[in-house]
Each structure stands twice: as structure tokens, then as C-alpha cells.
């Protein structure tokens, strides 16, 4: 079974979602967890208390990823809480999905600014101390649409592949400090993100994933918690699809 306990984790979009899944569970296999997040502060604190009940540390940061300097104040605060960051999950992410012709500029930035410069911002944060200690795990949160590309999604596409070429580059950058690296490339999960996108949409994904339903998020969390652990040493600079056989490469 996967140990974490001594361990301590970061994960930003925490509050809700698959990020909230993935706190619960690397608090349920040990973990202390601080989390980072944007969204409404009664939703962090009901996360804080989750985690709380399964008997672990819980420390709720509300900051942007979008902000360099909030991003190293994040690390300094999860340092602080528990003396080390040894896993960083860089989950938050956003979609503003409109067709190239249409898209407003700053949809295209915004998208690429979380979902990018946010995960960047974080490692960029984080490989100090790990490098310090020897040790880390960092997992990022790609998706099948960087993968495979999506109509309306060229921004959240492209954050996504850029995400790809992120967690390889970083990989074989920190491999020799006991460093590793990896993305997780979710199918279509149930989440407030996905939950409006238009049911002739959802029935498509659904016929064309082989296992033939959705994802949850503890699929997901399975997943993050896997790479996370002592158990995946010896895998780095991977994309591991939780997709029900969507994407094949
Ligand atoms: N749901 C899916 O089907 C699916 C599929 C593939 C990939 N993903 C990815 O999984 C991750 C989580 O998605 P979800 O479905 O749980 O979404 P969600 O919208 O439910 O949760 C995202 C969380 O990130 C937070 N967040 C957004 N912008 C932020 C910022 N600038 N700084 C800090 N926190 C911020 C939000 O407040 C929210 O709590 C995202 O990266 C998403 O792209 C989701």
C-alpha cells in the first residue's frame, strides 16, 4: 500500500474538484497537505476540514498562480508549516473555450498564464528546496486535449502540450538530485469545470472512449498519488492518460 506519512504535499487548485480528490487522498495515504487556490474561501475551508478529519495537517493558501511572487510565498508557507515540500501537484487550471476566430486575445492569455506560467512559476519555486533535500515529486496536470488537440480549446490545448514539454524539461533537469517529474492526462472527469460543456459534446467523448463511461476524480487521484509515491521512483518525465483509452499513443 502507498506510505506517505512524514511526507508533506502542495497542490494548487486544491479547494475543489480534482484537486480537492487529490488532497483527500494524499492525506488519506499520509501526507500533510498545504493547498493553494483562488476560489471562494468557504470552499478552501470545508477542503482544510477534510482533511483535517482524516487526521493529517491541512494548510489553506489563498493565492494566484498567475503571481510569480505569490508563488514563491506559497512554497515558503508550505516550508514553514511543515519544514520541507516534498511533492508538489500543479492541478490548477481554467478553460475559456472559443473558436481561433472568436477568441478574445485574453482568453488566449489567461488560459496559458494559469495553466502554463502557473505550473512554471510553482516548480521554479519549489526546486530549490527539493534540490536541497535530494528529494521531490512533481506532478503536473495535463489533459488528452494537449495531447490529441481540441476544436474551441486552442488555448487550453496548447497549455496543456506546452505542460508536456514543461514536465520533460524539468524531469531531465533535476533527475540527478532524486527529482522526478510527470504529467497525468485526465479524459473527461465530472468536475464544475466540464459539467456545462454541451450534452451532444459529452455523449460524443462518451462513445469514443473505449471504456465507455466518464472519469471520476479518484481516478484521477489514484493516478497522482501513484507518481507521488516511493512505489514510482524509478519513473520520470512520463504522461500517464487516465482517459478510459481515449488516447492511445
Ligand atoms: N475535469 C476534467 O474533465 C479535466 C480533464 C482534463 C484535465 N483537467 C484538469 O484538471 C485540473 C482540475 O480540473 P477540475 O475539473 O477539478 O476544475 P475545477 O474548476 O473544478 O477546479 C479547479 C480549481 O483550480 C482553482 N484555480 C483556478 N485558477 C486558479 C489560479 N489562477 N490560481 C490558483 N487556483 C486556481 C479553482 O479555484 C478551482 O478550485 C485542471 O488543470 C484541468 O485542466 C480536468
Known amino acids: 500500500m502507498i506510505d506517505l506519512s512524514g511526507k508533506s504535499a502542495l ?11 487529490i488532497c483527500l487522498k494524499l492525506a488519506a495515504q499520509g501526507a500533510d497537505i498545504a493547498f493553494v487556490d483562488v476560489g471562494r474561501a468557504e470552499v478552501a475551508e470545508a477542503t482544510v476540514a477534510e482533511i483535517q478529519a482524516l487526521g493529517r495537517k491541512a494548510v489553506y493558501i489563498p493565492a494566484d498562480v498567475t503571481d510569480p511572487e505569490a508563488c514563491v510565498k506559497a512554497v515558503a508557507t508550505a516550508v514553514e508549516a511543515f519544514g520541507k515540500v516534498d511533492i508538489l501537484v500543479n492541478n490548477a487550471g481554467i478553460t475559456r473555450d472559443d473558436l481561433i476566430m472568436r477568441m478574445p486575445i485574453d482568453d488566449w492569455k489567461k488560459v496559458l498564464e494559469v495553466n502554463l506560467f502557473g505550473a512554471f512559476y510553482m516548480i521554479k519555486a ?19 486535449s494537449g495531447q490529441a488537440g481540441q476544436m474551441g480549446q486552442a488555448n487550453y490545448s496548447s497549455s496543456k502540450a506546452g505542460l508536456i514539454g514543461l514536465t520533460k524539461a524539468t524531469a531531465r533537469e533535476v533527475a540527478s538530485r532524486g527529482i522526478t517529474c510527470n504529467a497525468v492526462a485526465p479524459g473527461f472527469i465530472v468536475t464544475e469545470l466540464t459539467k456545462d460543456l454541451p450534452e451532444a459534446l459529452q455523449d460524443q467523448i462518451k462513445t469514443a472512449t473505449p471504456l465507455g463511461h466518464f472519469g471520476t476524480v479518484d481516478d484521477i487521484a489514484n493516478a497522482v498519488t501513484f507518481l507521488a509515491s516511493d512505489e514510482a521512483a524509478y519513473i520520470t518525465g512520463q ?3 487516465v482517459d478510459g483509452g481515449l488516447v492511445m499513443m
Do not use: E, Q, Y
Open 11 to 21: 497542490v494548487t487548485g486544491g479547494a475543489r474538484g480534482i484537486g480537492k480528490a
Open 126 to 144: 519549489v526546486v530549490r528546496p527539493m534540490l536541497k533535500a535530494h528529494s521531490g515529486r512533481i506532478v503536473n496536470m495535463s489533459s488528452v
Open 239 to 241: 504522461v500517464l492518460a
